[in-house]
């Protein structure tokens, strides 16, 4: 059974960094791309971030492109997620996400992975 486990989210200040981190166990991590999601209240899991299996190719919604910045270290099992110049709208339940399939590439639906962490809240205070 896969886990993911994530960490990191705290309240700060507009304008302010943050990092996340996921960490994996059950499977070949490096076998499978990631994705990062978000969910404010009332609103729909929508797409932030993804990376592929070997981490040389990343994706980004257009909301946060040049400010948030995916990676993963395969060795550590682990994802990231590095937010840079946060705004109040940033603020959201972030989810780290598992492909199913190896080698697949990431998706933006939701629906296309198969394993999901808790959550782990980010406040971005204007």
């Known amino acids: 059974q896969v886990q993911l486990v994530e960490s990191g989210g705290v309240l700060v200040q507009a304008g302010g960094s943050l990092r996340l981190s996921c960490t994996a166990s059950g499977r070949t991590f490096r076998s499978y791309a990631m994705g990062w999601f978000r969910q404010a209240p009332g609103k729909e899991r929508d797409f932030v971030a993804g990376v592929t299996y070997s981490g040389s190719s990343t994706y980004y919604a257009d909301s946060v492109k040049g400010r948030f910045t995916i990676s993963r270290d395969n060795a550590k099992n682990a994802v990231y997620l590095q937010m840079n110049s946060l705004k109040p709208e940033d603020t959201a339940v972030y989810y780290c996400?598992?492909?199913?399939?190896?080698?697949?590439?990431?998706?933006?639906?939701?629906?296309?992975?198969?394993?999901w962490g808790q959550g782990t809240q980010v406040i971005v205070s204007s």
């Open positions: 996400a598992q492909r199913p399939g190896r080698w697949a590439s990431p998706v933006v639906a939701a629906t296309g992975y198969e394993y």
